[in-house]
């Protein structure tokens, strides 16, 4: 089975996955992009690498017991979609103290608010393989072991659970 753990940048995604209790392989995908080169260039204008996503699913080919991390995770191929979700303002503020530019972390809050990855994580895999989770007030373990309940098909999939919208 294959899991994916997603949400926009600053959710918890690395954190609570590096705490989920599983057989799975974890897979911290924005690494892999980067070490073996799944990139179509690099944007300039927000500092990042572009993914090749053709390259990052041949790359991923026959890893099918995998918990895939990444806020590009929902674009791969999987049974099960979590999107860890985070009040926008939380969310800027973790942000800006790992040091990202106000530019992007204000960017990266309206994403949040507009439910980009929400969306592009349904719009992909349907409703019924989606599964959101709020991480704003959450420990990470609590996350995890939510995430621990998706893998164990102990928990239902949710989506439209958590609306920031009064933050735009």
């Known amino acids: 089975m294959r899991v994916a753990v997603t949400g926009t940048p600053g959710t918890g995604k690395t954190t609570a996955t590096e705490a989920v209790e599983t057989a799975l392989d974890v897979i911290h995908l924005n690494e892999r992009i980067r070490e073996e080169g799944l990139d179509a260039g690099r944007d300039e204008e927000r500092d990042s690498l572009v993914a090749d996503l053709d390259a990052v699913e041949a790359a991923l080919a026959g890893e ?17 979609v979590v999107v860890l979700r985070c009040r926008p303002d939380i969310l800027q503020e973790r942000l800006v103290d790992r040091g990202e530019p106000a530019a992007k972390a204000a960017e990266n809050a309206e994403a949040e608010a507009l439910d980009v990855v929400l969306s592009e994580a349904v719009a992909e895999h349907g409703r019924e393989s989606v599964y959101e989770i709020d991480t704003t007030e959450a420990s990470p373990s609590a996350v995890a072991e939510a995430i621990e309940a998706v893998i164990d098909g102990e928990r239902a999939p949710a989506v439209g659970t958590v609306d920031f919208t009064e933050h735009l």
Do not use: T
């Open 64 to 80: 099918d017991d995998a918990l895939i991390e990444s806020h590009l995770a929902h674009h791969v191929d999987a049974d099960r």
